[in-house]
């Protein structure tokens, strides 16, 4: 599908200097992640909801966002944020931003992306499906020649709140069964203010997302070795590296023994664009769940118990933890400055 690079700067005095794409992107995250059901967009358990439908939403419509500004964020996030199906209709339809699919009507379209005819992907089941099969699908639907959006459904791959999006039809689990697609590595990138929150509290929580976000990179390795190179002077760490489940500000990394977690029970996730998720698991003492008065959710954890390394990588003090032993306290002037802008903060 031909949609040009859309250079448009407009909008920027609402979105407080940021590009219209960057605008687009984070309006269809916050609808697609966390604001469906508030907003009433009619969404399946995959997370896919109508293109029409979404166009639609007050947000975009005040920005007067286009359908092929809707292709051009799919085909340009640098984390692969959305996902894509192309389900063309029976019969011939006008194209239309008025909302036109009840869930049922989206389940039924969803079950099925069809190629000439032939299956490509089942979106019911992904825990059979890898992500480079469900990564087919948005190519897939980003190349058809294909101008009406009611032809298009469209999902955030990840990062949900929302509490109806099912984990086991949308993702790909991990499991020591199959122990060649489990990543080298699994690590959480944080922040200096948050690390003595987590382990405080024993351990990384989903903070009000459905998941707690892992990355496969950088390896543990690479950053040691890039630490020493700094310290001689001869490198520079590249935290500007897009890095799918992390931010790339991260300044403190949690490197998980990710199977010594699967072993304890602990359940492991693949997004489509290959993020690693867990909600943990409750906590539990003395043979009965710990009794916290907050809500079910909270209560998850990826315990302390799972943490293989732990890295300072902002200034160079390298490693903090080890298997169970805190190695260095972080200085107060570094927990003291509070979050960089924009991440939440708390124990994730």
């Not at 250079?7 to 605008?23: F, I, L, T």
């Not at 990355?215 to 950053?223: D, F, M, Q, R």
């Not at 072993?263 to 916290?292: H, Q, T, Y």
């Not at 732990?310 to 080890?322: A, H, M, N, T």
Request: proline share 5%; hydrophobic share 35%.
């Amino acid at each position: 599908m031909s949609h040009p690079q859309n250079k448009d700067k407009r909008g920027r005095g609402r979105g407080q200097g940021q590009s219209r794409d960057v605008q687009v992107s984070k309006a269809l995250s916050l609808l697609l992640r966390h604001a469906a059901e508030k907003e009433g967009l009619k969404m399946n358990a995959q997370g896919y909801a109508s293109v029409p439908d979404v166009l639609n939403w007050r947000k975009l419509k005040s920005l007067k966002v286009t359908f092929p500004e809707i292709l051009h964020a799919v085909e340009t996030s640098d984390k692969k944020r959305f996902g894509l199906l192309h389900i063309p209709s029976s019969q011939p339809t006008e194209s239309t931003t008025q909302p036109t699919a009840a869930t049922s009507e989206i389940e039924r379209q969803a079950s099925t992306v069809v190629e000439n005819e032939q299956p490509v992907i089942s979106v019911r089941d992904s825990g059979s499906a890898t992500s480079e099969a469900q990564q087919t699908a948005t190519d897939l639907a980003l190349s058809v020649k294909d101008t009406n959006p009611a032809n298009f459904l469209i999902r955030a791959t990840q990062g949900h709140s929302i509490k109806t999006v099912d984990a086991a039809s949308l993702l790909e689990p991990l499991s020591l069964s199959d122990e060649a697609n489990i990543p080298d590595t699994v690590v959480h990138g944080t922040f200096h203010s948050t690390w003595p929150l987590i382990l405080q509290s024993g351990g990384l929580r989903c903070m009000g997302r459905n998941h707690i976000h892992f990355a496969t990179g950088p390896s543990l390795e690479s950053v040691l070795a890039l630490r020493n190179q700094d310290a001689q002077g001869t490198s520079k760490m590249d935290k500007s590296k897009v890095i799918s489940g992390m931010r790339h500000d991260a300044q403190v990394l949690i490197y998980i023994d990710v199977r010594k977690a699967l072993a304890a029970g602990v359940p492991f996730w693949r997004s489509e664009n290959g993020v690693i998720l867990s909600e943990g698991v409750v906590v539990v003492k003395d043979g009965e769940a710990e009794k916290v008065e907050v809500e079910k959710e909270a209560q998850k954890f990826v315990s302390l118990d799972f943490f293989h390394v732990v890295v300072e990588r902002k200034v160079g003090l390298g490693k903090i933890w080890e298997r169970g032993e805190l190695l260095q306290e972080l200085p107060v002037h570094l927990t003291s400055r509070g979050n960089p802008k924009g991440h939440l903060k708390g124990p994730r």
